[in-house]
Structure formats: C-alpha cells, structure tokens
C-alpha cells in the first residue's frame, strides 16, 4: 500500500529569536556582507538604436530595470518606475523603442503580473490586474507593434494557458491551453504565431506552433514523443523555425525547421562541448547570424552561426565564466549579454558579431570590491564511487596564511541545474571570512551530457548523495581544509541535499545551512506551485503513486540522526517550497537537543531577493557556524 502523505497540521514554527550578543554580532558583521551584496549586478542588456541599453540590476537593493548610455558607461543610468518596492523579472523592448513590458511581484511569491511603461520614465500600468497568476515573459513581435504573447499558469494546476495580449490595455485573450504544462518561447514577427512548449518532464518536451486567429496547435518537433529542447525562436522573416535539442549519447544540435512544412532546412552539431546543452538562442533582426549560448555545466560558451545555413562562423574566446540572455543589436552587429567571471559580479557587454571582440556597456564603480581579496578559483575534477568524474568548482584566498580553513561545500539548486565558475557574493564574503568553498557539480547536475543529468532520478537519488560524500573525503584531503571545520550548505535543492546528507551522512559534517530546502517530498508535491510537478513526479516520484520512495528520500525521516548544528532560511511567500518544510524540519530539530536556528523572511519567496534580506543571511550563516566552532575573526 502506498503510505499516506501527511498533511502539516502542526501550527507554524516562528523565526528563532535572537539576544542582545547575536544581534551584536550579526551588527559587527553586517558591513562586511554588505560590502559584496552592495558590489551589484547587471544582466539581461537589450542595445537599442540611438545607443542606450536597458538592463536588470540589483544596484539599489533590489532587481530593477534601467536605461543606460553605451557611449558613456561611466554615466548614472536612469530608473524605470516599477511597483514600489518590488522586484522585475523579465523584461522585453517593443519593436518602437518606446516602450517597455516587464514582469513583477508582490513579496515574491511568483504571482507575476505584466507592465508596460515608457523609455522616458512615464505610463506605468498594470496590463493583467485581473487575478494573481503566475504569468511569464511577455514576448513582444518583432513586425507587428504593440502586440505580444505570453503563458500563464495558477498554483494549483499545471495548465498553461497561452495569451495575446497589447499594449493598449485591452485585456489578453486566451487563445489555448495545455494540460501539461508549458511557456510560451517565440512569436512570429508578424504575430500570427505562438511558438509554445511543452514540458512533459525535465528531459521531455515538444514544441507547438499555435495560430493566433483559430488558436489551433501545430505540433512542430519531434514529429512524434518527446526530446529534450533547449531553445526555439521564430526566424528573423517567419519562414524558418529554430530548435536547440539534446540526446543521450550525442552532442547538442540546432536545427532550422520551414515554418510551413516543417522540413529540416539546415543543422549545428555542437562539436566543442559534446556533453553541453543549449540553453540561449538569439536571432539577429538583419536575419544573418544565430547567436547560442552553449550550457557546458561549470562555463558557458557563446557561438554566432550562419543563419541560413548554421555554419559556425565566430567562437568567442571570453574564459572561464558564465554568459545569459543573449540579444542582438538592432542592427544585428552586435550581441548583448550578461557576462559573469569568477573575478567580478554580473555585468553587461557586447560581442562584436563578426570579430568576436567583447566591450563593456557599463564602468560603474563598485567601491567594495576594492577591498576584496585575491581568489584562487579553479575546477578540479576528482573521482566518484562508479568511476564517474564528478567536476568541482573550488575557491580559496589567495595569498592566505598557510593554515587549515573551515570550509563550506555548496550545492547548488535544481536538482537539474549546474554551479559555474563565477562570481558569487555568498562566495566572496565566506572567502573573506577565512574560509575555502567548494561547489560541486554532483550527479544530476546540467551540461554534462543527458546521461549525466538524468543519473539521480527517483531511486538513483542515493548515488547523487554518495557523490556528495566523496566530495567531503575529497575535501578532507586537501592541505587548505579543515575537516573539522566542514559544513555543507545550499538553497532550493542545495538546502534539500544539505538535509539529507545531515540525516545519512551525520559524522561527516560540522554544520549545515538549510536554504529553502525539502524536508519531505511528499508534502512538498501536494502543497508546492503544481506546474512544477512536471519536474518532479521524474525528478523525484510521483505523488499517490510513489509516496513509499518520496518518503525514503525525505530528510523528516530520519531527522533524529542529526546532530550537527543546522541554520534554516525560509521566505514566507515562497511557492517552489512553501514554508511548511522548513516549519516541519525546524520543529522536529527543537525536539532534539541540536542547536538550530531558523530565519524566516516575511518579504521573501524562493531564495533572497533583497539587499537588506541577502546582507542579514550572510552575517546570520557566519555567525552561526563561527559560534558553533568558535572560529577566532579573521585579521
């Protein structure tokens, strides 16, 4: 029989409250988080034609939009009224330049609604203020002004529903639906059509054009089944689809469909990373070059392909790192990405289409990055229990005094996402802190090849923990770690693997600091946003029919072998993992004598949005583990 899946009836637990010594500390500390949250970044640029950029960035404390000037970087940029104190999504420049649409919510809880305002700073107004859903990027057409599309899902279904929208307020229309789930990834230039998605799984999914005037589907790829598909977009004249697609076994591929009989036009085999995914497609508006971002797990690569044949034409050269939202330049030389080195925050630039030369769009000073130290990052590659090599992402001081450090392994979210060489200001406090991180790429982890990713699914969610405790032997040995001293750490999926290596793995670590994480799977599927169980019933098991596994692979099951000291964070607006599973961890850890304390946010959602919240999480998570070891401060 399958066992029942419970149901929270215990009241809520409350945030742990401080005294006058930790409030102290987490005050003393407070400045020194600050200095990296306050080294901000800038993503998502979109160059527009008389030379100004928009772009996403944290610089005020919380994600916002602004507009720049690219021949004077050094410039303030200007800000785009949003909703007062909230944060914006995604975002899209209609074909006019005028106009702006983003997305935004309340406290964070995912229930985006779409705005439009202007490029001179008037005419914010709430396009969908109808009902709280959870709406995606609005995706503008490229020939036809004012038009755009966009999916919408509720919390308590996995429906998807593709809406039409303009930008003169008339209210969107629903033009079709699927039951199973999916976003809304392209519209042709003229706006007669959507290209939608659907998403049967993680590795399943098959791409739909629907027309707009009957709202009839198109099935466009596969032919028949599923594939796994990175990316699609309309051609620059309609007359061509493009498609990224992943295979077991083979390396990633984009393919260029007829928009009308679906015949294959032209094919990219990605040769330089075989086992990489491709997870960014831009098409530039002169209709001459494809712009990929290849997801090669620990770095992205960028490669511009001829757009009628895709031929590769210009393999960037930008090191280790990670690139986004890739946009060509209205004129189609240039292309805008969000750039992210393991030396400095996100930032934004431009590719030269043709030389493959980078320039940034921005020179802004960032004051506490001065003060920062000199970090050895590097990836090492060391061996699993199968054989499998398993690639780390290491950070040390540079320079340090030549001791052991307490150390800080983090896992990152997903479980089907992957941790890239890069700048991070967790990583870059810890590490000014005294001590060594460490991110590993486990088992299940994107850009390592679809076996790969597909290698901790249901019952093989032992074999990713295993890799988790090589890992920490691997650490152990290394001359700058302090096996002592040695927490695991993450959020989202990261604090759902911190619990369970707490639970199975209890000798083998210091601390733990639970971000957001699972404590049991059951309860998370019932209660969590229920698109989401598209992901789920293959990541993990599906509710009602295979609740005997979900509950084996729940941390609440075998809490009471924890006994390392473990730091809870919690958003209460959070819908990927409500806060009922932080509540249900955090009440079993206050039955056992294990120091734990929880840090529920009123104004959060899934992970850290803002300034404030990010600078108390850092000096919190410091405290906690230097009290727990009695760490001396750095000097």
Partial sequence: MPTPTPTPTSPPAESTPLTEAQRAADAALAPKAAAFVDAFSNGA????????????????????????????????PRKLPAPPDERVRGYSVLPDERTVLF???????????????????????????????????????????????????????????VMVGNVDGTPPREIAEDPTGGNVVGVSPDGARVLFMRFASENEQVLFGVDVASGRPKRVYPAEGTAKLGAAAFAEDGSGIYVAVERAGAPPEVLLLDAATLAERARYVERGVPTGSIDGL???????????????????????????????????????????????????????????????????VALDAKTGDVTGLRADPRPGMAKTLKIDARIEVLKAFDGLALPVNVYVPKNAPVRKLPTLVLIHGGPSGSAELRWSSTIA??????????????????????????????????DALKDVESVNAWARAQPWCDGGKLAIGGISYGGYMTLLALTRQPTLWGAGIDGSGMSDLRTMEKNETQTLRAYDDTEFGALGKDDALLAEWSPLK????????????????????????????????????????????????????RRENLVAYLARTYRFLATAWKLEPPR
Avoid: C
């Fill in 429 to 462: 406090f810890f590490n000014s802190m005294g001590f060594a991180v460490v991110e590993p790429n486990i088992r299940g982890s994107t850009g390592f090849g679809v076996d790969y990713e597909k290698a901790d699914d249901r019952e093989k969610r032992g």
């Fill in 45 to 76: 640029p979109i160059l527009l034609t008389d030379g100004r950029v928009t772009f996403v960035s944290t610089r005020d404390g919380i994600p916002a939009l602004y507009v720049g000037d690219t021949k004077n970087p050094a410039a303030p």
């Fill in 282 to 348: 831009a098409v530039s508006p002169t209709g001459d070059r494809v712009a990929i971002i290849v997801d090669a797990g620990n770095r992205s690569e960028v490669r511009l392909l001829d757009a009628k044949t895709l031929a590769l034409g210009t393999k960037p050269k930008l090191g280790p790192g990670a690139v986004w939202s890739p946009r060509f330049s209205p004129d189609g030389k240039r292309v805008a990405l969000t750039l992210v080195r393991p030396e400095a925050p996100a930032d934004i």
């Fill in 558 to 609: 075998d809490v009471s072998k924890i006994v390392a000291p473990v730091f809870v964070y919690q958003g209460e607006h959070d819908p990927v993992t409500p806060r009922s599973e932080a509540d249900q961890i955090v009440r079993a850890l206050r039955g056992k004598s294990v120091p734990v304390e929880y840090m529920l946010v009123e104004n959060e959602g899934h992970g850290l949005t």
């Fill in 103 to 161: 997305t935004s919510d309340v406290k964070s809880d995912e229930n985006f609604a779409i705005f439009r305002v202007e490029l001179d700073g008037t005419g914010l107004k709430n396009l969908t203020p109808d009902a709280k859903l959870r709406r995606d990027r609005p995706v503008p057409a490229a020939k036809k002004n004012g038009v755009f599309a966009f999916s919408t899902h509720t919390t308590t279904d996995r429906i998807a529903r």
